[in-house]
């Protein structure tokens, strides 16, 4: 065996893992994808997690989440958004 990898070498396979788990979890247009293995999502967690990265809740914008989640609903006509009739 030849020593340790360079750190170019190691920031390579970082992205390689990161898109590949990315793209099992992601549709191209950015949706999440339907149905995920488990095992990936499990290896997604661990893979954040070992590189520290979290969601602190108390910097989460739920309103922000909400609002993109809104965004792509249809929008109908309801009948709580007319005038009542005496």
């Given at each position: ?26 549709n191209p247009d950015g949706t999440l ?35 993109e989640a809104a ?16």
């Open positions: 065996m030849e020593g340790k990898a360079s750190p170019e070498v190691l920031e390579a396979l970082h992205n390689a893992v990161a898109k590949a788990l990315t793209d099992k979890i992601v994808r339907d149905k995920v293995d488990p095992r990936v999502l499990t290896a997604a967690i661990k893979f954040l997690k070992d590189n520290n990265v979290e969601q602190n809740p108390l910097n989460a914008n739920p309103r922000k989440a909400l609002d965004a792509g609903l249809p929008v109908t006509d309801s009948p709580y958004d007319q005038e009542s009739e005496p």
